[in-house]
């Protein structure tokens, strides 16, 4: 599955599931990467700051944080608290964990590399790739662009908002529920039961503030898109045009199997019950199709920072998609792990830090894992941080970032 963000941290909800590939033709694996030297320990005093603010993070009540920094100057790993409440086996920056919402910023890439071979337009309709598969209730398929689902101006609703579905996971029932098997389509069918937030037109545009709504269901449909363009799964699609490239070897899309590959921590949730007598359980496993092309990828903070930053250098997308990528628009509201005054890409937004202080990157939230992603627009400097537990305040992992990026 695939949780967004509330306004103020608490999780919302879930989103998508993963395929299997075809006949896609391998690319060659790319130069290797070398990784960037550790920091002497001098130099720890210059991320002191942020690891008070992990240490905070754990003493308000997450299980486990790690972050990983890396600059000119070399890398930085943080880490507070525990991987494991049970064995109380602290967390290290080698782990895996699902990424949730940060899958967007590889989907909206796969599709630019798409567009880059001539495969598929962002200004195609969703009617002339996916005909018949978003219907009813005020829609026109023929109006919403592949854009639109990228950067959240299509105004389909978010079927993560839908209350039936989300009792599906909410508190005892998300044992009952976790290995469930969702088809996109069934996800899609969910937020088509409820008419648009408002017609395609009417969305936010570059230059021209308008209606905003971050919707996992566009990122379903994403999904389905690179499956049919490609002929083959949309697993195989990030494989080839991100994974391999990059030499990602420990990211991965997981399809429908709901284990963790090892190393990792374990994953715990509240389920959506708020206060302090709120009972965290152990949700380590379950079916990413629940999240699919929206919230499934898996990944560590060290692959999550070489993707970003070469993502941001430029090195993946040619400057016609480059600058795509990066064409944001306004937000309305704060939505999906940000703030207002936020503006959104394809696929990756600009976070407005402080006054003066900006960052591109995504946030994401899925049963028991958080993650936070930034960059400097070259970047040079990116920062990846993830806790095992999902509540707790999204200020404290604004300060982190702030540390980073605003106080240098």
Not at 100 to 108: D, G, I, N, P, Q
Not at 113 to 123: C, P, T, V, W
Not at 198 to 217: A, C, H, K, M, V
Not at 259 to 274: G, I, M, N, Q
Request: aromatic share 6%; charged share 20%; proline share 7%.
């Amino acid at each position: 599955m695939s949780f967004q963000q509330s306004s103020r941290g608490l999780p919302i909800a879930l989103a998508v599931a993963a395929v299997a590939l075809g006949t896609l033709t391998a690319a060659p694996a790319g130069p290797p990467h070398h990784a960037p030297p550790r920091l002497h320990p001098n130099t720890q005093t210059a991320h002191a700051k942020t690891q008070a603010v992990l240490n905070e993070i754990v003493a308000q009540g997450t299980p486990g944080v790690i972050a990983q920094v890396r600059d000119a100057r070399g890398v930085w790993d943080g880490q507070a608290g525990v991987g494991d409440l049970v064995a109380e086996r602290p967390r290290s920056t080698g782990e895996k964990f699902r990424i949730a919402s940060v899958t967007k910023t590889f989907t909206a890439t796969v599709l630019l590399g798409l567009e880059a071979e001539g495969r598929i337009s962002l200004d195609d309709s969703v009617a002339e790739w996916l005909p018949g598969v978003v219907h009813g209730k005020g829609y026109r398929p023929g109006n919403i662009t592949v854009r639109h689902l990228l950067n959240h101006t299509s105004g389909i609703f978010d079927y993560n908002m839908d209350e039936g579905f989300r009792a599906l996971y909410a508190g005892d029932a998300f044992d009952r529920n976790r290995h469930i098997r969702w088809s996109p389509e069934e996800l899609v069918d969910i937020a088509l039961a409820h008419p648009p937030n408002f017609q395609p037109e009417q969305g936010s545009r570059p230059g021209r503030p308008g209606r905003w709504d971050y919707s996992d269901t566009n990122y379903v449909l994403a999904g389905m898109v690179v499956e049919r363009a490609t002929g083959g799964t949309y697993a195989q699609a990030v494989e080839r045009l991100v994974i391999r490239p990059l030499g990602l070897r420990g990211t991965s899309v997981p399809g429908a199997s709901p284990r963790l590959p090892a190393p990792h921590a374990r994953h715990y949730s509240t389920l959506f019950e708020d206060g302090p007598e709120a009972k965290v359980r152990d949700v380590t496993e379950f079916s990413p199709t629940v999240a699919f092309s929206a919230g499934q990828i898996i990944s560590t903070v060290r692959d999550v920072n070489t993707f970003l930053s070469k993502l941001l250098a430029g090195e993946l997308l040619p400057p016609a998609q480059q600058r795509q990528l990066l064409e944001s628009v306004h937000v309305d509201g704060d939505k999906g792990h940000g703030g207002p005054q936020d503006r959104y890409g394809l696929g990756i937004r600009h976070f407005k830090l402080k006054e003066g202080c900006w960052a591109w990157g995504h946030g994401g939230m899925i049963p028991g894992s958080a993650t936070r992603t930034l960059a400097s627009a070259d970047g040079r400097r990116v920062m990846t941080m993830n806790r095992n537990g999902d509540w707790g305040e999204q200020r404290l992992e604004d300060a982190a970032v702030e540390a980073e990026f605003c106080e240098r």
